[in-house]
């Protein structure tokens, strides 16, 4: 995470008084495991895969999201802190243990965050969902329908481009929408050890609606976070964090970050979080359509 937090200039000394403080993020993916990282800062969990009443996460994906959002590094001694370490987490499984889901249960899960927000001011949801075009055209557009009105109802909604680029148009159908904040991914010139980098794969624009995609960029190579498979007798062990790859990584680096300007600035409105993430963003020279408005840069954001 240093690394990430290096390229993204999103240092101690740039947000050590804004730390996503009075901010709620609301996920929706596979569930969240009670990590030591954040366990006491989840408000709200709803199953719409098996109907569990408990917090879980039966694939880790979710755990691996929440960490990067709001994880304050807890068992790691701050090194895997994640972006807003202070925000709180509401989060909805929609996806199962394997990370597939529905568009029906990604759209209770939508609704259930709408609801919620009148006893919890949810003001970011976190999409680290990419899906390929679902066969049942009526199901897709009534699933981008319910995102773009969690927009309209005032949050700030982030979506992952999708892993199924290069090709151009590969932007998921949850970040086609002109109204979202579609994150892609770039890691700046890193390469994992197998010589691979999520600028290989991450969504292309523009947007089946022929929209601008992606918004911007953040990394999403090798990132560590909390997993779920911690063990609280093993403390500080392997178990406690895992590294993964996607642009469902770097969607909620951006999440963090809209958590890290609206802690500052509680009274922006998600238009005007929008506006500012793309015009602080760093140009990286690359096209819209592989980059948007360049690479997140905190320092740029918050100044």
């Not at 199962?96 to 609801?115: A, L």
Request: charged share 20%; proline share 4%; net charge positive.
């Amino acid at each position: 995470m240093q690394r990430v937090k290096n390229l993204i200039h999103c240092d101690e000394a740039v947000y050590k008084k804004t730390l996503g403080a009075n901010v709620t993020i609301a996920v929706l993916d596979t569930g969240v495991f009670y990590h030591p990282d954040f366990s006491d800062r989840i408000l709200a969990f709803q199953d719409f895969v098996n109907g569990n009443s408990l917090p879980y996460d039966d694939s880790g994906h979710g755990t691996h999201v929440c960490g990067i959002c709001a994880g304050n590094g807890r068992v790691s001694k701050g090194k895997y802190s994640g972006i807003a370490p202070e925000a709180n987490l509401v989060v909805g499984k929609v996806l199962n243990k394997n990370g597939d889901g529905d568009g029906e249960s990604m759209i209770r899960g939508i609704q259930w965050v709408m609801e919620l927000r009148k006893k919890i001011p949810i003001q970011i949801l976190n999409l680290s969902i990419g899906i390929r075009n679902l066969e049942d055209q009526k199901l897709e557009d009534k699933l981008i329908a319910a995102i773009e009105l969690a927009w309209y109802s005032g949050m700030v909604v982030v979506t992952a481009a999708g892993n199924n680029g290069p090709k151009p148009m590969t932007i998921s159908p949850l970040g086609a929408s002109r109204k979202v904040i579609t994150v892609g991914c770039h890691d700046g010139g890193y390469v994992s050890k197998n010589g691979s980098s999520c600028d290989e794969y991450s969504g292309r624009g523009p947007s089946k609606f022929e929209i601008k995609k992606p918004d911007i960029v953040a990394p999403g190579t090798d990132i560590i976070s909390c997993s779920n498979k911690y063990v609280r007798f093993y403390n500080n062990s392997n178990s406690s964090y895992t590294s993964k790859s996607g642009t469902s990584m770097a969607t909620p680096i951006v999440s963090g970050a809209c958590a890290l300007l609206l802690s500052k600035n509680p009274d922006l409105n998600n238009e005007s979080v929008k506006r500012k993430l793309i015009s602080s963003a760093e140009d990286l020279k690359e096209s819209w359509s592989k980059q948007g408005g360049g690479m997140l840069n905190v320092h740029n954001l918050l100044a």
